[in-house]
């Protein structure tokens, strides 16, 4: 008999989705998930998640992530890292790990597309800036795993005669949120002490680490920092030695500083630390007798992850992560990078907060007009300044940046 075309819609693909998962995966969102109602289309051709995942690929905060620093400032070099290619990575590892895991491909995917959407400009250097100012003002320090639920939550203008931000599902923004284990306590909603309530979240959490771990070690040695470091550097080579034989005796792998080798291990490195990852993460099911969703989020409210390394492979993580800090992060270049990053933001910030008018209307307008704007209201006029301050900087892409500073202290630029 001739099969039928198929044609399916929200219900009839989230059903037919859940058929497929694990018990304990997360397969449709909470009720009321939504922070606003919104009427779903009868012809919706998309489960929630996806539509998470949609809106957050299409919104600006995620366009702008190409131009934002991951280790190097964009103009270093075409094929350096960004936030954008960064979050792609995370987003193709947490699939992977969710598919072989019965999980939900679709929440882990959404999760890691907007995990970074509230990175600022020039990586972690600009987040100390602000943590600096905001703490001057008596607010709580600025953490970036927090300005992306702000970014979702308030600053996108997806629909604004209806409400602010995307409105995307409680499951998406906890697992943003809890990416990274800085939070102020900001988003009570969202638990913000205890870990995430879905593995698919936790395991967003853990890939970030190793993606952006062995990527900037990578981007490190294609740089030539890594080599100049370990010829020139007798401590660096010799953390180098200790770490490329622990690497070889746990993994088999050989690592190299030379940026003339093909750095194919790097991709061996990520394949075997996700491997171990997910072997890791259904032994932690057995021995947890994880049977159903509700499970996972009892042990996350006691503090207790279920995704994470075993012992000896954490206890290599970490020693790599070490030297990567050592060897990459700490050095002369990148330091230098990031002290220009903090000059230039710190200054940006002191002028527009001293003198709004230097800001463009749509943030002056925010500022005479704060207690009227959500994400604002609770705030008093020097607190809500250095917000509004932080969050037209914090959403700047590097070379946006640097042009604006360059219109607000160089007296030669044409405004």
């Not at 270049?333 to 003198?355: G, R």
Request: proline share 3%; hydrophobic share 35%; net charge negative.
């Amino acid at each position: 008999m001739k099969q039928q075309p198929i044609l399916r819609y929200k219900n009839d693909i989230e059903t037919a989705y859940a058929s497929i998962l694990a018990p304990y995966a997360t397969k449709i969102p909470i009720a009321n998930s939504r922070i606003n109602s919104e009427i779903v289309r009868d012809a919706e051709n998309r489960a929630d998640f996806q539509r998470d995942r949609d809106r957050i690929i299409h919104s600006l905060a995620f366009r702008r992530m190409m131009y934002k620093t991951q280790v190097f400032v964009n103009h270093e070099g075409d094929h350096f890292r960004t936030r954008l290619t960064h979050s792609l990575e995370v987003a193709q590892f947490a699939r992977g790990i969710s598919k072989s895991l019965a999980l939900n491909e679709d929440l882990a995917e959404a999760i890691a597309l907007g995990h970074d959407l509230g990175h600022t400009p020039f990586g972690h250097a600009a987040e100390k800036v602000f943590s600096q100012k905001f703490v001057e003002v008596g607010l709580p320090e600025f953490y970036h795993n927090e300005q992306s639920v702000r970014v979702v939550q308030f600053l996108e203008n997806r629909c604004p005669e209806t409400y602010c931000g995307l409105n995307l599902t409680h499951e998406v923004r906890e697992g943003m949120l809890k990416h990274n284990n800085d939070r102020s306590g900001r988003y009570p909603e969202l638990m913000p002490d205890i870990p995430c309530g879905s593995l698919e979240g936790q395991i967003v959490k853990i890939v970030d680490t190793v993606a952006y771990t062995c990527h900037d070690l990578d981007d490190g040695i294609k740089s030539g920092i890594l080599s100049r470091n370990c010829l020139e550097n007798p401590d660096i080579m010799r953390r180098y030695r200790d770490i490329k034989e622990q690497i070889n005796d746990e993994t088999g792998i050989t690592i190299s500083y030379d940026r003339q080798n093909n750095n194919l291990f790097i991709s061996e490195l990520i394949h075997w630390f996700v491997e171990r990852l997910t072997e890791s993460v259904y032994q932690s099911l057995i021995t947890n007798n994880v049977s159903r969703l509700s499970d996972v989020e009892h042990l996350a409210a006691e503090g207790v992850s279920i995704v994470a390394f075993d012992e000896r492979t954490e206890k290599l993580f970490k020693n790599l992560k070490s030297f990567v800090a050592k060897s990459v992060y700490c050095t002369a270049t990148v330091q230098m990078m990031d002290a220009k990053a903090e000059l230039v933001v710190s200054q940006l910030y002191d002028a527009f907060f001293e003198n709004p008018n230097l800001l463009p209307p749509d943030q002056k307008y925010k500022i005479d007009n704060f207690r009227e704007i959500d994400g604002y209201k609770e705030l008093n006029d020097v607190t809500s300044r250095a917000r509004i301050v932080c969050d037209y900087i914090s959403c700047m892409t590097d070379r946006f940046a640097l042009d604006e500073h360059e219109r607000v202290f160089n007296p030669r630029v044409k405004i």
